[in-house]
């Protein structure tokens, strides 16, 4: 028997998407040339849909220590962290993180993905609940199923809501963690954070914030919505990722609670996995450096934020709530995203295409992301581009119209 006949429905959904033009899910980029231009074949394309928000990604300083450590250290550590795979290097930039964040104790993972697993699964267990915002990323909810915990979502940033359901709850065994994002992926809005932090101390609850995408970005030092916001004592796990400002790979959970450090004896998706290498450890643990000696580079994005959301306002497109790092266009339909991304893809501007399940309400988006390194210029002709698109499809009408907010 086959075992992928049960994905026939997926195939033709997939090669409906893919036979408009380009498969938004298959792209290939033959040489990424900066942290804002690749190569597709020998055409050039802007980069509009990355996590790059800082631009590090080819920062000179970051490259060299990474290039150093490859040298001196070799390739991989070939191992766990609880085994042969924990460096000087690994243990240096737990230290680093935990000061940067202002933290006791910070645990490195191998990806933010696998951080969010790690800590979930190993802070609740199946007599715990796990609060989580409707739009939690997957990772989130992959957390909430190893962790075997009882889950309970609560409506996308709405504290009222969380507040009914932990009332609900309250004569329930276990312990409570609310879990909320800084900045969501999709669609750029931030966590009403001040609020939730009120809403998780008046039931006796615990909150994590995964500032996966506000981390670098937001705060007067970069640490995220929290610092933004000013209630970092109120949040008692931050959960974060290497993969977007500081462009490399890997993840972290950092926390003041008392023994979080056994987290690294029971969290299987930091134990039975082997950690990162010499290399990436070295260009992260030089990118929080120059995150925090550079703070013009997130002057940079927030000018680069502000240029973009207003120009695509200004069109009259139907945006995210807030002018954020990320944008994100609502399409009318399934049809016109695809056409939408493969024109401007054509037009040498990427963007990423979000649809189904990966979208806040399953609707079509096209999500796309400001990064320090883009120059006005860059952003000039992504605004230009997106808006003739837009018109050609009769999206400016649609929406100017009202039909589709
Ligand atoms: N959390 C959030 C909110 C994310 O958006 C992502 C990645 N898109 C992750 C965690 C996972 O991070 P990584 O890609 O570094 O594994």
Same mark, same amino acid.
């Given at each position: 028997m086959n075992v992928l006949a049960k994905y026939r429905k997926l195939r033709e959904a997939h090669a409906a998407v893919a036979s408009a033009g380009q498969d938004p899910f298959g792209v290939v980029f033959d040489r990424v040339i900066s942290a804002t231009e690749a190569l597709i074949g020998d /055409?050039? @394309?802007?980069?509009?849909?990355?996590?790059?928000?800082l631009g590090l990604t080819f920062e000179e300083s970051c490259v060299a220590a990474g290039v150093e450590a490859l040298r001196t250290e070799g390739t991989g550590t070939t191992g766990s962290r609880i085994a042969n795979g924990s460096y000087g290097g690994h243990s240096?930039?737990?230290?680093?993180?935990?000061? #940067?964040?202002?933290?006791?104790?910070?645990? @490195?993972?191998? *990806?933010?993905?696998? =951080?969010?697993?790690?800590?979930l699964a190993a802070l609740a267990g199946p007599k715990d609940h796990?609060?989580?915002?409707?739009?939690?990323?997957?990772?989130?909810?992959?957390?909430?199923?190893?962790?075997?915990?009882?889950? *309970? /979502? #609560?409506?996308?940033?709405?504290?009222?809501?969380?507040r009914r359901r932990l009332r609900h709850l309250s004569s329930q065994p276990g312990e409570k963690l609310v879990v909320v994002e800084g900045i969501y992926s999709m669609l750029g809005d931030t966590a009403p954070l001040r609020d939730f932090v009120e809403v998780k101390r008046e039931a006796g609850a615990w909150l994590m914030v995964d500032e996966a995408h506000s981390l670098g970005v937001l705060g007067e030092n970069g640490r995220g919505l929290a610092e933004a916001e000013g209630c970092e004592d109120g949040v008692d796990y931050v959960v974060g990722t290497f993969s977007k400002s500081l462009g490399a790979v890997g993840g972290f959970c950092a926390?003041? @609670?008392?023994?979080?450090?056994?987290?690294?004896?029971?969290?299987?998706?930091?134990? #039975?996995?082997?950690?990162? !290498? !010499?290399?990436?450890?070295?260009?992260? *643990?030089? =990118?929080i450096e120059v995150m925090e000696s550079q703070p013009l580079r997130r002057v940079r994005l927030q000018r680069n934020v502000?240029?973009?959301?207003?120009?695509?306002?200004?069109?009259?497109?139907?945006?995210? !709530?807030?002018?954020?790092?990320?944008?994100?266009?609502?399409? !009318?339909?399934?049809?016109?995203?695809?056409? #939408?991304?493969?024109?401007?893809?054509?037009?040498?501007?990427?963007?990423?295409?979000a649809l189904g399940q990966a979208t806040p309400e399953g609707k079509p988006l096209l999500r796309t992301s400001m990064c320090a390194e883009h120059t006005p210029e860059q952003i000039d002709h992504a605004l230009a581009t997106i808006t003739a698109v837009g018109q050609s499809l009769g999206m400016l009408d649609t929406f100017a119209a009202g039909t589709a907010a």
């Open positions: /055409r050039r @394309v802007l980069l509009l849909g990355t996590n790059n928000y240096g930039l737990e230290r680093r993180l935990a000061a #940067f964040l202002k933290r006791r104790s910070a645990m @490195v993972f191998s *990806t933010g993905y696998q =951080a969010n697993l790690g800590a796990l609060l989580l915002d409707a739009d939690s990323h997957a990772s989130i909810y992959d957390g909430a199923k190893l962790a075997g915990a009882q889950v *309970t /979502r #609560f409506r996308h940033n709405d504290p009222e809501d969380l926390s003041d @609670v008392e023994d979080f450090d056994l987290l690294r004896l029971t969290s299987r998706p930091y134990m #039975f996995t082997a950690s990162l !290498p !010499p290399s990436v450890i070295a260009s992260v *643990t030089r =990118a502000r240029h973009f959301h207003s120009g695509l306002q200004a069109a009259g497109f139907s945006l995210g !709530p807030v002018a954020s790092p990320v944008a994100s266009i609502r399409c !009318p339909d399934q049809e016109t995203a695809i056409l #939408f991304w493969n024109r401007l893809l054509a037009e040498g501007v990427y963007v990423n295409l």
